[in-house]
T-cell receptor
Framework: KQEVTQIPAALSVPEGENLVLNCSFT??????LQWFRQDPGKGLTSLLL?????REQTSGRLNASLDKSSGRSTLYIAASQPGDSATYLC????????FGTGTRLQVFP | EAGVVQSPRYKIIEKKQPVAFWCNPI?????LYWYLQNLGQGPELLIR????????DSQLPKDRFSAERLKGVDSTLKIQPAELGDSAVYLC????????????FGPGTRLTVL
C-alpha cells in the first residue's frame, strides 16, 4: 500500500525560528511531489512542486528537497511568522496524489 | 485567472437525503479530480477525469456515489442516499493534464449529515 508519513504531527514555535517538516513515502516511482498549505476550514494551497528529476525547489522563505532513493522530502521554512500557522501536507503523485496526514504548525509572536 | 470554483461551500442535510456538489476547474485544465477529506486526515481520491472520461474511479463507492463531467469542463458529484459517515469535506482539483502537472484545489464543500 502506498503511504506517506509526516513528522512531526504538530509543532508550536516562537516567531523567527527556522523550521524543518519531514515527509517520507513508500513509492519511488513518483511523477512529482507537492507540498500544500491548508488553513482551517479552507482548501489546499499549492506551495511547491518538485518533479521526480529535481532535487529541490525554492519559493521565497520556503525550500523543499526531494530524495527519491530514500523516499524522503523536507520542507524548510526560514524565519517563521505567525502567518505561517496552518497545516502543511505533502503528497506524492502517481497519476493521483497520495497525501500524508499533515503537520499542524503554530507560530506564536 | 480564476481558480477552481466549487459550490456550495457548506451543506447540511438529513441522512438518506440526496446531495450534489459542483466544480468548475481552471480554464483549459483537462484533468479533474474529486477528493474526500475526513477530519484530521489528508485528502483521498474518489475519481479522476481526463476530459469527459472517468479514468480512475476505483475508490468511488458506486452504490451511493456518482459523478459526471458531460462536456469535459465542469463536474458534479452526487450522493444518494447520504449516510452519517459521509460527513466530510469534498475537494475538487484540476491540472492541465495527467501525471506531471501541478494540481490546484478548490475551497471544498463541507458536508454535514444529521
Amino acid at each position: 500500500k502506498q503511504e506517506v508519513t509526516q513528522i512531526p504531527a504538530a509543532l508550536s514555535v516562537p516567531e523567527g525560528e527556522n523550521l524543518v517538516l519531514n515527509c517520507s513515502f513508500t513509492d519511488s516511482a513518483i511523477y512529482n511531489l507537492q507540498w500544500f498549505r491548508q488553513d482551517p476550514g479552507k482548501g489546499l494551497t499549492s506551495l511547491l512542486l518538485i518533479q521526480s528529476s529535481q532535487r529541490e525547489q525554492t519559493s521565497g522563505r520556503l525550500n523543499a528537497s526531494l530524495d527519491k532513493s530514500s523516499g524522503r522530502s523536507t520542507l524548510y521554512i526560514a524565519a517563521s511568522q505567525p502567518g505561517d500557522s496552518a497545516t502543511y501536507l505533502c503528497a506524492f503523485n502517481t497519476d493521483k496524489l497520495i497525501f500524508g496526514t499533515g503537520t499542524r504548525l503554530q507560530v506564536f509572536p | 485567472e480564476a481558480g477552481v470554483v466549487q459550490s456550495p461551500r457548506y451543506k447540511i442535510i438529513e441522512k438518506k437525503q440526496p446531495v450534489a456538489f459542483w466544480c468548475n476547474p481552471i480554464s483549459g485544465h483537462n484533468t479533474l479530480y474529486w477528493y474526500l477529506q475526513n477530519l484530521g486526515q489528508g485528502p483521498e481520491l474518489l475519481i479522476r477525469y481526463e476530459n469527459e472520461e472517468a479514468v480512475d474511479d476505483s475508490q468511488l463507492p458506486k452504490d451511493r456515489f456518482s459523478a459526471e463531467r458531460l462536456k469535459g469542463v465542469d463536474s458534479t458529484l452526487k450522493i444518494q442516499p447520504a449516510e452519517l459517515g459521509d460527513s466530510a469535506v469534498y475537494l475538487c482539483a484540476s491540472s492541465p493534464s495527467r501525471g506531471y502537472n501541478e494540481q490546484f484545489f478548490g475551497p471544498g464543500t463541507r458536508l454535514t449529515v444529521l
